[in-house]
């Protein structure tokens, strides 16, 4: 009897046992570094920004856990940030916005993106190419002085005109300016879906404004966001 106790035991620990890192089965990658997909990454030390991850499941069964970016803040505390993940099985990319205050002095800045399942198991993912990797990582993105004014231009197809020419970077000798501008454009649709995204954006213009190119999220943090003093002209 104790000889079959120690048996059932002994299986119970090895059923029980689970590995500490799942095996590939969900497909993942970065699309972008914060607002700017097309063109190259601004970010401003000290505010919110956002990795945006794609992430699909070539499993035949759903998927659901987190995206975890771990970090050091300035006092050199580990600080998560976690996004929740639910992919149907087999489905198609579904966007996940990973937020972060990015520390341009540490290697912080480059924001690993990691996937967790339920149970809190790290899930290697499979990119583009066909590579395992147990984190994506994003480039580290230029950085804005404190100083600098960031203008978003939601008009589309094109920047307004007397918009665009305030921008200082398209201008010789922009270092000599006191105060230096840039000008960015971006198609609606491409906002973020939460308010934090929009923190290094100082004011944003948009001519001829269509709501309706935005979901109800990216409207809420358009709106969350003025409530925290950004400036919105349209």
């Given at each position: 009897?104790?000889?079959?106790?120690f048996?059932?035991?002994l299986?119970?620990?090895i059923?029980?046992?689970?590995p500490?890192?799942l095996?590939?089965?969900?497909?993942?990658r970065?699309r972008?570094v914060?607002?700017?997909?097309?063109?190259?990454p601004?970010v401003?030390?000290?505010?919110?920004?956002?990795?945006?991850?794609?992430l699909?499941t070539?499993s035949?069964?759903?998927?659901?856990?987190?995206?975890?970016v771990?970090q050091l803040?300035?006092?050199?505390?580990?600080?998560t940030?976690?996004?929740?993940?639910a992919?149907?099985?087999?489905?198609p990319?579904?966007?996940?916005?990973?937020?972060?205050?990015?520390?341009?002095?540490?290697d912080?800045?480059?924001?690993?993106?990691?996937?967790f399942?339920a149970?809190?198991?790290?899930v290697?993912?499979?990119?583009d190419?066909?590579?395992?990797?147990?984190?994506?990582?994003?480039?580290?993105?230029?950085?804005?002085?404190?100083e600098?004014?960031?203008?978003?231009?939601l008009?589309?197809?094109?920047?307004?005109p007397?918009v665009a020419?305030?921008?200082?970077?398209?201008k010789?000798?922009?270092?000599d300016y006191a105060n230096?501008?840039t000008?960015?454009?971006?198609?609606?649709r491409?906002l973020?879906?939460?308010?934090?995204?929009?923190?290094p954006?100082?004011?944003?213009?948009w001519?001829?404004?269509?709501p309706s190119?935005?979901?109800?999220?990216?409207?809420?943090?358009?709106i969350?966001w003025?409530?925290?003093?950004?400036?919105?002209?349209?």
């Amino acid at each position: 009897m104790r000889f079959w106790g120690f048996c059932i035991c002994l299986a119970a620990a090895i059923v029980g046992a689970r590995p500490a890192t799942l095996q590939a089965q969900v497909q993942g990658r970065i699309r972008r570094v914060g607002l700017f997909g097309g063109n190259a990454p601004l970010v401003r030390e000290g505010n919110w920004c956002f990795v945006e991850v794609e992430l699909r499941t070539q499993s035949s069964v759903p998927f659901a856990g987190e995206l975890r970016v771990e970090q050091l803040d300035r006092d050199g505390d580990v600080v998560t940030s976690v996004t929740e993940v639910a992919l149907a099985p087999e489905g198609p990319w579904r966007p996940y916005e990973c937020y972060f205050v990015p520390n341009l002095s540490s290697d912080s800045a480059e924001a690993p993106v990691r996937l967790f399942d339920a149970g809190g198991r790290l899930v290697r993912m499979l990119t583009d190419t066909g590579e395992e990797v147990s984190e994506l990582t994003s480039p580290v993105p230029s950085a804005l002085s404190s100083e600098e004014l960031l203008i978003l231009d939601l008009t589309t197809p094109g920047k307004l005109p007397h918009v665009a020419v305030l921008d200082s970077r398209k201008k010789r000798n922009a270092g000599d300016y006191a105060n230096l501008r840039t000008v960015r454009g971006l198609a609606p649709r491409e906002l973020p879906s939460r308010w934090e995204g929009l923190e290094p954006v100082d004011a944003i213009v948009w001519d001829n404004a269509d709501p309706s190119a935005l979901n109800h999220q990216q409207i809420n943090a358009l709106i969350d966001w003025v409530r925290h003093g950004g400036r919105l002209l349209i």
